[in-house]
């Protein structure tokens, strides 16, 4: 399972930190990926990470990178998604996912999804 959790609401240029619990499969053997989704938009990869151990691999999307970072300590279940600076334009609903395999932010390799949390960027 993978749950999203810590959204909110947030002011333009604020920051957030999104958490994914993953529990039921052995973490080091996945990618693990955020995807987001606003109102009338299709689905966006935002950033992903390599589960193995030893291994720092990421990936951001284009119009986060710079501004988000991925990360899971050690030994950990969890998966944070740190987002700085953030838009207006960052305001959707932020999901957790797994895939087997590569870093990818394609959503069509990712196999099992959690529940999203809703993030707004509002004044």
């Known amino acids: 399972q993978l749950q999203a959790s810590g959204g909110g609401l947030v002011m333009p240029g604020g920051s957030l930190r999104l958490s994914c619990n993953t529990s039921?499969?052995?973490?080091?053997?996945?990618?693990i990926g955020w995807f987001r989704q606003a109102p009338g938009k299709e689905r966006e990869g935002v950033s992903c990470?390599?589960?193995?151990?030893?291994?720092?691999?990421?990936d951001y999307g284009d119009s986060v990178r710079g501004r988000f970072d991925i990360s899971r300590n050690p030994g950990s279940k969890i998966v944070y998604l740190t987002m700085h600076n953030l838009k207006p334009e960052d305001t959707a609903v932020y999901y957790c996912?797994?895939?087997?395999?590569?870093?990818?932010?394609?959503?069509?390799?990712?196999?099992?999804w959690g529940q999203g949390t809703l993030v707004t960027v509002s004044s």
């Open positions: 996912a797994r895939a087997f395999g590569s870093l990818t932010l394609r959503s069509e390799s990712y196999a099992y």
């Open positions: 039921g499969f052995t973490i080091e053997d996945y990618v």
């Open positions: 990470i390599s589960g193995r151990f030893g291994d720092t691999d990421t």
